[in-house]
């Protein structure tokens, strides 16, 4: 189904490249510093996970990603080109789903395609997409008659049927309960694997974080940097009861100072 | 809480509530109504009128009244076979209210005369004006839609679009935000003078009016509506390669409907205030008109007529934009109260 999705674009996936970028806020008068000097370089088809506490500038470091905000210093580069503004082929998932009430899933979903002119040709995508989260039963529903796991399946939906080449996560199964959670973390990487797509997934939770990604990258406190890099090369499907994964989250919580209670 | 809702879960009772089988009460509902209206027509028809008084249609009147008895009836014994007639039943009380106000009413002015005339005129008055002033008072009623109808959709429009500017564009925000801030709270009947010498006729400036009345709650809401949109759907849109055209026609506005919706309701009020002023005041057309009219002629059961007409007009109106919100705002069920 995604092979469907695919099959125009033979190359999958981008290289996203981070050079020295600073940023910082200003809170009544006061520069507030967010982010200092963070260096990173993503392969094409790169599954890594950006992990920290809360509030350290993860989501911020993704509207930069994103192109929603530009950076203070420094540069982003997607596919070796600038990132200066919001591109269809960068497309967020944001924690809450936010899809818009008034539309139905089958119209959120085609927003991306209706906001680009190519509802009309590209219409069949909308069904596969909806197909791929499972949700096919639901094309008629309104966002209101859907469960908070629904609603963050069609929310992947509307990223999804724009044929990504970087999603972008930000924390995207933070609102779930935790049953539905571990099911949709499943999920994300099966899609991961099918479409091809690089992914940068914001996560405060080491576990999914080391379940999901191929290489996790630890952030401070504000101004966030990155104090380690954790290459995690277990071979998917992962099993959560992997003794090296219990390993590798020792560690990350060691780089976090968390590890007293190890 | 939880009052309220054992109040909506709880199945539509009507007044009756004490007699348990549905078709059961439907008749005795029914019947009681009926009664009723019989008891309206039989005073009015066999109570003779006071003596000096001396009105047309009181027989017709009376038959009026008898004739919705017997329909009342006939629905009452027929909600024991068809269900469709129940659903009457739940304007039984009501209709008995009616009749037996009408008939107070009647007993009252006509039979008795307590009340002062010609200022109460017994209810066979106004079904003698609704007869025989029908063509003035049709006509007064055509005249006001159309200058409601030209003043509302106007202001509506114009206050939509200068509500999506301010909400929308700085710049916009920066030069209108003040004069709405200053000239909106000002009653748009303030103007009335000024308008009726500066516009060429008196109809252009009732219809400006109206449209001022209109427009600045219309303009106020829609401005609200669109500044409150989660700034995270424009994110989502931006991301998708939504343009700017696209996020003002499909983010902004359906995000903005349900305020835009308050502003309407809002507007539209206003503009039943400041078309009867205006008619009062300066058009020689009208409900409006008729009611000034009318009280110059001393001829009361003619405003009471025409009040009659203007209280259905507005209400069907209201209701009307009503029925237009639900089918646009269907999917608002479930997230808010109706």
């Known amino acids: 189904m995604v092979a469907a999705i695919a099959d125009d674009h033979p190359v999958r996936g981008s290289t996203l490249t981070l050079r020295e970028v600073s940023h910082r806020f200003d809170l009544e008068g006061q520069p507030l510093p967010v982010l200092d000097r963070i260096s990173l370089q993503v392969g094409r088809g790169e599954f890594v996970a950006l992990l920290g506490p809360s509030g350290c500038g993860k989501s911020t470091l993704l509207r930069l990603v994103a192109g929603l905000d530009t950076p203070a210093v420094g540069s982003l580069l997607m596919d070796g080109r600038e990132i200066e503004a919001p591109d269809p082929s960068r497309v967020v998932v944001f924690q809450d789903p936010t899809l818009y009430p008034w539309r139905t899933v089958w119209r959120n979903v085609a927003l991306g395609l209706e906001a680009r002119g190519l509802l009309r040709t590209h219409s069949g995508r909308i069904e596969d997409a909806l197909r791929l989260v499972g949700l096919t039963g639901f094309a008629n529903a309104y966002p209101r008659q859907l469960s908070g796991g629904m609603a963050q399946r069609a929310a992947l939906a509307r990223a999804l049927v724009n044929d990504p080449k970087l999603l972008i996560l930000d924390e995207p199964l933070g609102q779930l309960d935790s049953l539905t959670r571990i099911t949709m973390q499943g999920e994300l990487v099966s899609l991961w694997q099918r479409a091809g797509f690089t992914a940068l997934l914001v996560t405060h939770d080491v576990e999914e974080a080391l379940f999901l990604a191929g290489r996790v990258v630890v952030l401070s406190q504000r101004p966030a940097h990155i104090k380690a890099e954790i290459a995690n090369t277990r071979p998917y499907p992962r099993r959560r009861g992997d003794p090296h994964l219990a390993e590798l989250r020792h560690e990350v919580l060691a780089h976090l100072g968390l590890d007293a209670t190890w | ?338």
């Open chain 2, 1 to 338: 809480m939880s009052a309220v809702i054992d109040e909506v879960s709880r199945p539509q009772k009507s007044g009756f509530g004490v007699f348990a089988r549905p078709a059961t009460r439907s008749l005795i509902g029914g019947l009681a109504a009926a009664a009723a209206w019989f008891v309206a027509a039989a005073l009015t028809a066999f109570w003779p009128d006071k003596i000096e008084s001396d009105w047309a249609y009181t027989g017709n009147f009376a038959a009026a009244c008898a004739t919705l008895a017997f329909a009342l009836a006939f629905a009452a014994f027929a909600g024991i076979r068809f269900t469709v007639f129940q659903r009457l039943q739940r304007l039984s009380p009501w209709l008995l209210a009616l009749a037996l106000f009408l008939a107070a009413w009647e007993a009252v002015t006509a039979k008795l005369g307590l009340l002062p005339l010609p200022f109460f005129p017994p209810p066979q008055a106004i079904v003698e004006v609704i007869i025989d002033d029908w063509g003035r008072l049709a006509a007064g009623i055509l005249a006001s839609a159309r200058l409601l109808a030209t003043g509302f959709f106007l202001g509506a429009a114009v206050g939509f679009m200068t509500g999506v500017a301010i909400g929308w564009s700085r710049l916009a925000g920066y030069w209108i935000h003040p004069v709405l801030r200053f000239i909106g709270p000002l009653p748009a009947t303030a103007w009335l003078p000024l308008a009726f010498f500066v516009f060429p006729s008196s109809f252009s400036a009732s219809v400006f009016l109206i449209a001022l009345g209109t427009g600045f709650p219309v303009t106020v809401l829609t401005w609200s509506g669109v500044a409150g949109v989660n700034s995270t759907y424009y994110d989502i849109a931006r991301t998708l390669g939504a343009t700017q055209r696209f996020l003002v026609l499909k983010v902004a506005i359906p995000a903005a409907m349900p305020h835009v919706f308050v502003g309407l309701f809002m507007g539209l009020g206003n503009s039943f205030a400041v078309l009867v002023v205006a008619e009062m005041l300066g058009v020689k057309a009208g409900l409006g008109w008729y009611l000034q009219w009318a009280q110059g002629w001393a001829a009361y059961a003619n405003m009471y007529a025409a009040l009659l007409l203007m209280a259905f007009l507005c209400s069907g109106l209201i209701t009307l934009l009503f029925r237009l919100r639900d089918r646009l705002l269907s999917w608002q069920k479930g997230l808010v109260r109706w």
